[in-house]
């Protein structure tokens, strides 16, 4: 593949990230708007809207981190965010309460996982900058 080519490819893969994102920051206003306008945020009337901005997300995350790949914990920290979303959405259409039940706590310790990590990092290198 040639370069511009290959530059083509990428610019192509992060448009389709900013676009992905953008609608799903869309999507999660107008849900929000409507829940808003019906005085209801009840879950049952659109479980399936509610997992569409975190499908685009996890979509868009994808598709920035195949565009600009990065090594070592923070590539597999994307993965891990890519993984959370993808259950998050899936928990949110699946008709077992169970299924649902055990994707949501594989969400949420996926979650936990990649913000504790950012955490501890960005806490250890501020700890190692003060040192002495």
């Not at 996890?58 to 070592?72: D, N, Q």
């Not at 994307?78 to 993984?83: F, P």
């Amino acid at each position: 593949m040639n370069q511009t080519r290959r530059v083509g490819a990428l610019r192509l893969l992060l448009t389709t990230a900013i676009v992905l994102a953008g609608l799903s920051i869309v999507v999660g206003i107008v849900l929000m708007t409507t829940d808003g306008i019906r005085r209801n945020a009840n879950w049952s009337h659109h479980p399936a809207w509610s997992a569409i901005p975190l499908f685009l997300v996890a979509a868009a995350i994808a598709a920035e981190s195949i565009a600009r790949p990065r090594p070592g914990r923070h590539g597999l920290m994307r993965l891990v965010a890519v993984t959370a979303f993808v259950f998050w959405g899936t928990a949110a259409v699946v008709p077992s309460a169970t299924a649902a039940g055990v994707l949501n706590d594989g969400a949420v310790l996926l979650f936990a996982l990649d913000a504790g990590a950012a955490v501890i990092t960005d806490a250890r290198a501020t700890r190692l900058e003060s040192t002495p």
